[in-house]
């Protein structure tokens, strides 16, 4: 199967800092990204859809201001969470997407903000 | 749009036991459907998908799931659960064709007691 890649894995950072999560799309080239959220026990609600040199598209009630979202290649999307406070504290994983009927993703960036 | 039901956010059987997990879907056109597990702390893992063809889908680990359009569903189950099974389930669906996020259902977790 395709391999990708988040980085970091984890990270613990201070309330009003700004936190960067990379995506990766090592195997195949990804025109389209999708980025989900998952608050523990919960299940994944998608935050947005991101197209290669174009704008994130938004679902509703995620802030595309705190959430930036930039996928300037097609094997690097970035999620950046702006001036975190403790309720973003989640899990955020990648979905690259292939245009085939498989769906491969990340293996999750965990946020705690303190 | 599409939507998943999970029925029963916890269920709990016994070691060497059937596993069924329950997923009802919704759709307007023909779906793909999904099964993943997640281990604590852990990103996703696909365990099956259906997508055309043969309604009976195996996956890795023991598991296997039926696609039946007529009850819109898509249960997963294994004929007897190990230990290492335990685990959160989520069914997800999505249309066909690439560009499509996958809509989760609010997931399942399964314990094993021995």
């Known amino acids: 199967g395709a391999v990708v890649s988040q980085h970091p894995s984890w990270v613990i950072c201070k309330s009003g800092t700004s936190v960067k999560i990379e995506c990766r799309s090592l195997d195949f080239q990804a025109t389209t990204m999708f980025w989900y959220r998952q608050f523990p026990k919960q299940s994944l609600m998608l935050m947005a859809t991101s197209n290669e040199g174009s704008k994130a598209t938004y679902e509703q009630g995620v802030e595309k201001d705190k959430f930036l979202i930039n996928h300037a290649s097609l094997t690097l999307s970035t999620l950046t969470v702006t001036s975190a406070h403790p309720e973003d504290s989640s899990f955020y994983i990648c979905?690259?997407?292939?245009?085939?009927?498989?769906?491969?993703f990340g293996p999750g960036t965990r946020l705690t903000v303190l | 749009a599409q939507s998943v039901t999970q029925l029963g956010s916890h269920v709990s059987v016994s070691e060497g036991a059937l596993v069924l997990l329950r997923c009802n879907y919704s759709?307007?056109?023909?779906?793909?459907l999904f099964w993943y597990v997640q281990y604590p702390n852990q990103g996703l893992q696909l365990l099956l998908k259906y997508t055309t063809g043969a309604t009976l889908v195996k996956g890795i680990n023991g598991f296997e799931a039926e696609f039946k359009k007529s009850e819109t569903s898509f249960h997963l189950t294994k004929p007897s659960a190990h230990m290492s099974d335990a685990a959160e389930y989520f069914c997800a669906v999505s249309v066909r064709g690439g560009n499509t996020p996958l809509v989760f259902g609010k997931g399942t977790r399964l314990s094993v007691i021995a």
């Open positions: 979905r690259p997407d292939y245009g085939q009927d498989t769906q491969y």
């Open positions: 759709s307007s056109v023909p779906p793909y």
